[in-house]
């Protein structure tokens, strides 16, 4: 006997089938449709009727006021809202003022170093959406220089490049040479 065949299994299958309800557009019954954003619940009377629904729903929470807040250029309230991202502090006097809070890390302080590429920006640092710590030109876009470790002002003994990297290694602490082409590990003394 094949599974198809099983009266428990289409029994199974009935049961999911009526779970989902019917369409409150036409009165069709819904069902689990796949589409390239992924599973959703669709109306089977499609493509008469275009009533979706997501599998999930998502749970909308209200925007909290901030008692005692105050937006730095309009002068209303924040709020901790709900956006596409994720939480975050904007202004209530949204779509007028588009203020919204970030967080200031001490990653965030300029690190003082001159960019050694355009000669006029700082590197300072930044996070990545995915929280990973990178020091790019703050003269960006005319410049485009970047590196993945903290920037330190020094020359490299090997090149002059005008620009150290403070790496953590397995023998300590080690300052590297910022030039792609050179990469020189120096001591940290140095």
Known sequence: ???SDDPLFSQHEHALEQAYGVCP????ELSIKRGKA??????NSYPKCQYTRPVVEHERVEDKVLAGSECPECGHELAVKQGRYGMFIGC?????CHHIEHEQNEAEVESHV???SCKKGQLTAKTT?????????DNYPKCKFAVNHEPVAGECEQCGFELLL???MAAGEKLQCADKKCGHFQSAQS
Do not use: L, V
């Not at 209530?92 to 007028?96: D, H, K, L």
């Open 25 to 28: 557009d036409c009165g069709s």
């Open 129 to 137: 959406r995915y929280g990973k710590t990178f020091y790019p030109c």
């Open 92 to 96: 209530t006097n949204f779509p007028a």
């Open 114 to 116: 001159t960019c050694p």
């Open 166 to 168: 403070k790496r953590q």
């Open 1 to 3: 006997m094949s599974q």
């Open 38 to 43: 992924g599973a959703f619940i669709g109306c």
